[in-house]
Protein backbone atom coordinates (compact mmCIF):
# COMPACT_ATOMS: atom_id res chain seq x y z
CA UNK A 1 0.00 0.00 0.00
CA UNK A 2 1.09 3.35 -1.01
CA UNK A 3 0.99 6.35 2.05
CA UNK A 4 -0.76 9.04 0.74
CA UNK A 5 0.46 11.30 3.42
CA UNK A 6 4.33 11.17 2.98
CA UNK A 7 6.54 13.12 5.28
CA UNK A 8 8.30 15.31 3.44
CA UNK A 9 11.86 15.01 3.65
CA UNK A 10 13.43 17.85 5.55
CA UNK A 11 15.77 20.45 3.47
CA UNK A 12 19.19 20.45 3.15
CA UNK A 13 19.34 23.71 4.67
CA UNK A 14 16.92 23.42 7.83
CA UNK A 15 18.97 22.66 10.88
CA UNK A 16 18.28 19.73 13.54
CA UNK A 17 14.85 20.29 15.56
CA UNK A 18 16.18 20.19 19.02
CA UNK A 19 14.79 18.07 21.87
CA UNK A 20 12.55 18.85 24.32
CA UNK A 21 15.76 18.44 27.31
CA UNK A 22 17.79 20.40 25.46
CA UNK A 23 14.97 23.20 24.57
CA UNK A 24 14.52 22.96 28.49
CA UNK A 25 17.71 23.60 28.74
CA UNK A 26 18.07 26.68 26.89
CA UNK A 27 15.30 28.18 28.58
CA UNK A 28 16.96 27.94 32.20
CA UNK A 29 19.74 28.92 31.10
CA UNK A 30 18.48 32.11 29.41
CA UNK A 31 16.17 32.81 32.72
CA UNK A 32 18.80 32.50 35.35
CA UNK A 33 21.00 35.05 32.86
CA UNK A 34 18.26 37.41 33.10
CA UNK A 35 17.47 36.99 36.93
CA UNK A 36 21.15 37.70 37.74
CA UNK A 37 21.33 40.95 35.64
CA UNK A 38 17.66 42.34 36.47
CA UNK A 39 16.14 40.56 39.12
CA UNK A 40 13.28 37.93 39.63
CA UNK A 41 10.69 40.37 39.96
CA UNK A 42 11.43 42.61 36.74
CA UNK A 43 12.15 39.53 34.13
CA UNK A 44 9.29 39.21 32.14
CA UNK A 45 8.91 35.77 29.86
CA UNK A 46 9.10 37.29 26.96
CA UNK A 47 12.71 38.58 27.97
CA UNK A 48 13.55 35.22 28.76
CA UNK A 49 11.94 33.41 25.68
CA UNK A 50 13.69 36.39 23.15
CA UNK A 51 16.75 35.56 25.23
CA UNK A 52 16.39 32.06 24.74
CA UNK A 53 15.50 31.97 21.18
CA UNK A 54 11.99 30.24 21.78
CA UNK A 55 8.32 31.70 21.96
CA UNK A 56 6.78 32.57 24.89
CA UNK A 57 4.00 29.79 24.29
CA UNK A 58 7.05 27.22 24.43
CA UNK A 59 7.95 28.11 27.21
CA UNK A 60 4.19 28.15 28.94
CA UNK A 61 4.06 24.59 27.53
CA UNK A 62 7.41 23.40 29.26
CA UNK A 63 6.88 25.35 32.60
CA UNK A 64 3.87 25.94 34.78
CA UNK A 65 5.55 29.17 36.23
CA UNK A 66 8.24 32.12 36.63
CA UNK A 67 8.84 30.15 39.85
CA UNK A 68 9.76 27.05 38.32
CA UNK A 69 12.48 28.17 36.01
CA UNK A 70 14.53 29.73 39.09
CA UNK A 71 14.19 26.39 40.90
CA UNK A 72 15.34 24.38 37.81
CA UNK A 73 18.20 27.29 37.61
CA UNK A 74 19.27 26.87 41.04
CA UNK A 75 18.68 22.53 40.75
CA UNK A 76 21.00 22.83 37.72
CA UNK A 77 24.11 24.68 39.56
CA UNK A 78 23.52 22.14 42.63
CA UNK A 79 23.47 19.36 40.40
CA UNK A 80 26.72 20.24 38.54
CA UNK A 81 28.37 20.14 42.38
CA UNK A 82 26.14 16.95 43.91
CA UNK A 83 29.09 14.55 41.87
CA UNK A 84 31.84 16.48 43.80
CA UNK A 85 30.24 16.55 46.92
CA UNK A 86 28.84 12.63 46.54
CA UNK A 87 32.62 11.47 45.61
CA UNK A 88 33.84 13.30 48.72
CA UNK A 89 31.09 11.64 50.87
CA UNK A 90 31.84 8.36 49.52
CA UNK A 91 35.28 7.63 49.25
CA UNK A 92 37.52 5.94 51.69
CA UNK A 93 40.41 8.03 52.08
CA UNK A 94 41.22 9.01 55.08
CA UNK A 95 38.26 11.16 57.13
CA UNK A 96 39.59 14.57 57.34
CA UNK A 97 40.74 14.09 53.86
CA UNK A 98 37.23 13.42 52.85
CA UNK A 99 35.94 16.11 54.84
CA UNK A 100 38.35 18.62 53.33
CA UNK A 101 37.37 17.27 49.89
CA UNK A 102 33.10 17.60 50.70
CA UNK A 103 34.38 21.51 52.27
CA UNK A 104 35.91 22.24 48.88
CA UNK A 105 33.38 21.08 46.60
CA UNK A 106 30.89 23.11 48.85
CA UNK A 107 32.93 26.11 48.62
CA UNK A 108 33.16 25.26 44.77
CA UNK A 109 29.48 26.00 44.63
CA UNK A 110 28.59 28.53 47.36
CA UNK A 111 31.28 30.97 47.05
CA UNK A 112 30.83 31.14 43.38
CA UNK A 113 29.92 34.42 41.79
CA UNK A 114 26.69 33.53 40.49
CA UNK A 115 25.75 31.68 43.81
CA UNK A 116 26.80 35.12 45.79
CA UNK A 117 24.57 36.92 43.33
CA UNK A 118 22.02 34.80 43.42
CA UNK A 119 21.36 33.86 46.92
CA UNK A 120 22.13 37.93 47.16
CA UNK A 121 18.71 37.93 44.96
CA UNK A 122 16.63 35.41 46.81
CA UNK A 123 17.63 37.67 50.35
CA UNK A 124 16.50 41.23 48.45
CA UNK A 125 13.01 39.86 47.06
CA UNK A 126 11.77 36.87 49.63
CA UNK A 127 9.49 39.47 51.06
CA UNK A 128 7.88 40.06 47.48
CA UNK A 129 7.51 37.02 46.33
CA UNK A 130 7.37 34.59 49.38
CA UNK A 131 7.66 31.37 47.36
CA UNK A 132 11.06 32.02 46.25
CA UNK A 133 12.54 31.40 49.68
CA UNK A 134 10.85 27.93 49.61
CA UNK A 135 12.14 27.20 46.31
CA UNK A 136 15.46 27.73 47.87
CA UNK A 137 14.90 25.74 50.28
CA UNK A 138 13.77 22.91 48.01
CA UNK A 139 16.93 23.39 45.49
CA UNK A 140 18.99 23.25 48.75
CA UNK A 141 17.80 20.43 50.86
CA UNK A 142 19.48 17.75 48.72
CA UNK A 143 23.33 19.56 49.65
CA UNK A 144 21.99 19.24 53.34
CA UNK A 145 21.53 15.63 53.14
CA UNK A 146 24.65 15.02 51.81
CA UNK A 147 26.69 16.78 54.65
CA UNK A 148 23.97 14.30 56.80
CA UNK A 149 24.66 11.64 55.37
CA UNK A 150 28.39 11.96 55.27
CA UNK A 151 28.08 12.82 59.26
CA UNK A 152 26.07 9.94 60.24
CA UNK A 153 28.73 7.48 58.12
CA UNK A 154 31.13 9.31 60.39
CA UNK A 155 29.26 8.49 63.78
CA UNK A 156 28.61 4.98 62.56
CA UNK A 157 32.57 4.43 61.88
CA UNK A 158 33.27 5.93 65.67
CA UNK A 159 35.07 8.82 63.65
CA UNK A 160 32.98 11.53 65.26
CA UNK A 161 31.07 11.80 68.14
CA UNK A 162 27.20 10.88 68.58
CA UNK A 163 24.58 13.17 68.70
CA UNK A 164 22.11 14.98 66.23
CA UNK A 165 22.89 14.59 62.60
CA UNK A 166 21.03 17.25 61.52
CA UNK A 167 22.19 19.80 64.06
CA UNK A 168 25.62 18.57 63.37
CA UNK A 169 25.45 18.76 59.68
CA UNK A 170 24.41 22.09 59.87
CA UNK A 171 26.91 23.52 62.00
CA UNK A 172 29.44 21.95 59.49
CA UNK A 173 28.03 23.46 56.74
CA UNK A 174 28.26 26.88 58.24
CA UNK A 175 31.52 26.99 58.02
CA UNK A 176 31.35 27.91 54.64
CA UNK A 177 27.67 29.51 54.80
CA UNK A 178 29.53 32.25 56.70
CA UNK A 179 32.43 33.05 54.20
CA UNK A 180 29.23 33.51 52.06
CA UNK A 181 27.78 35.36 54.32
CA UNK A 182 30.70 37.71 54.79
CA UNK A 183 30.70 38.15 50.94
CA UNK A 184 26.78 38.90 50.55
CA UNK A 185 27.57 41.72 53.07
CA UNK A 186 30.47 42.76 51.91
CA UNK A 187 32.33 42.29 54.72
CA UNK A 188 35.35 41.03 52.52
CA UNK A 189 35.80 40.68 48.83
CA UNK A 190 35.48 37.03 47.18
CA UNK A 191 37.61 34.63 48.06
CA UNK A 192 40.95 34.00 46.02
CA UNK A 193 41.87 29.80 45.64
CA UNK A 194 44.34 30.40 48.56
CA UNK A 195 41.90 31.88 50.90
CA UNK A 196 39.67 29.65 50.29
CA UNK A 197 42.29 26.99 50.76
CA UNK A 198 42.85 28.42 54.13
CA UNK A 199 39.61 28.47 54.84
CA UNK A 200 38.45 24.87 54.56
CA UNK A 201 41.79 23.79 56.57
CA UNK A 202 40.50 26.18 59.12
CA UNK A 203 36.52 25.27 59.43
CA UNK A 204 37.83 21.54 58.89
CA UNK A 205 40.13 21.75 61.70
CA UNK A 206 37.71 24.11 63.79
CA UNK A 207 34.78 21.10 63.37
CA UNK A 208 37.24 18.66 64.14
CA UNK A 209 37.70 19.95 67.05
CA UNK A 210 34.49 19.93 68.20
CA UNK A 211 33.02 16.68 66.98
CA UNK A 212 36.06 14.37 66.38
CA UNK A 213 35.83 11.50 68.86
Given at each position: MVDSNPVPPRGPGRPPLRSEDETRALIVAAASRAFLETGYVRTGIDTIARDAGVSTRTIYRLFSA???LLKEAM???IDTALGSLDAARAADADPRSSLEALLTGYAQLALSDDAVRLTRLIAAE???VP?????YRQATARIAEVFEAWVRQHQHT???RPGGVETTAHLLRGTIN???RQILLGLRDPFTVAEQRDWIQASAAMFLDGFAA
Open positions: KEDEARRQETLANSGFLEAQ
